[in-house]
């Protein structure tokens, strides 16, 4: 891989070394109007949930919205459109929703949880291959194996990220959103009810979101560790689809998956 890629290249490796059926989405909080306006993307008329925008860009569609458009109150939130209520930190909301055993437990949740703080004007989301400037955070929805191939090239790149926070709520915008451009780390989440119900993700699909300062790196990690950890029927695969892209693949050893031969000396 090339030191400096283009979003749609880094798009496109991600997609060949992961066989992902949904495009990584990137997310940019646009912080004037001006910034907002500049972006060429279709701006919503009518109130949509956050998630539900993420999955239309992992579609293929640019998204903008501003906070009249947004319509989950849990996004909202977390987007930094609107400030936590009284009941949000005092755990009453979360009990009301039958999401936790008491308030105590729910205000010290919500004590933890990453929400943005200055408030945007807008929020563009799209495919990442169409953002011509740095998005904030790159959101990849895919099965687990395609997430563990990811997680293994962010650690090969950075090393372990010891501090994930999931609780199973407010996936997408707290999960893979407000905590990877808050942390700087990419976050991992198993999504949530809402989401399952509103984006109609598969019943197999978790989500990873990552920094954009380290996404360049993660998709060099999963590069990286091709010939350790991945089969050879795998490498065939990735291999035709990176040749596809261009790219030299003479690197790519075949039976040299780590526990191959770990389990050849036994």
Known sequence: MENKCSNQMLQETLMALL?????????????????????????????????????????GHSIKFTKENSRCVGSTRALGFEKPSQEFCNGKEGCALGLFVDP????????????????????????????????????????????MRLIQGYTCTYGLQPRVRLSGNQALCIECTATPILTGEMNLSLMCSGTRHLA???????????????????????WDTVNGTEPDGRKREIREAMESLGCDCGDMTFGTAYYLSARSKK
Not at 205 to 220: C, L, S
């Open 200 to 222: 109609q993700w598969g019943d197999d699909e978790i989500g990873m979101g990552i920094p954009y300062e380290r996404y360049a790196g993660t998709v060099q990690g999963v």
């Open 104 to 147: 105590k437990i729910a205000e010290e949740t919500n004590e933890q949880v990453k929400i943005i703080s200055e408030q945007p004007y807008g929020v563009i989301v799209r495919p990442l291959r169409d953002f011509e400037t740095d998005p904030d955070v790159v959101i990849v929805v895919g099965r687990a194996r395609e997430m």
């Open 19 to 59: 066989r992902l059926k949904r495009q990584p989405v990137g997310v940019k909080l646009a912080h004037t109007k001006e910034e907002y306006d500049a972006v060429d993307a279709r701006e919503l008329k009518a109130p949509l949930e956050y998630c539900v925008s993420v999955r239309s860009a992992g579609l």
